[in-house]
């Protein structure tokens, strides 16, 4: 497979390896060099490994949205 590199230097990453490696808009790639060759895999955010990690009960959204305004009136008066 190949693909060209624009004069912004972006490439297309092919639908084939794109479906395999189940990757889509937003995911990040990681790069490396071994031996003149490029190593390019995709990368999963830690962001997920967080998920459930933090329990707390239900909330006032009322009670929140004041808080947040009299915190940011005292920033900004």
């Not at 990681?30 to 239900?58: C, H, M």
């Not at 305004?69 to 008066?77: D, F, G, L, P, Q």
């Amino acid at each position: 497979m190949q693909s060209v590199i624009t004069s912004e230097f972006n490439t297309i990453i092919p639908k084939v390896i794109r479906e395999k490696l189940k990757l889509s808009v937003n995911d990040t790639l990681e790069w490396k060099i071994e031996d003149r060759k490029i190593i390019v895999f995709p990368t999963r955010s830690s962001f997920l490994k967080y998920q459930n990690a933090v329990k707390i009960g239900k909330g006032d959204i009322s009670e929140d949205i004041q808080k947040v305004r009299n915190i940011r009136a005292e920033k900004y008066s």
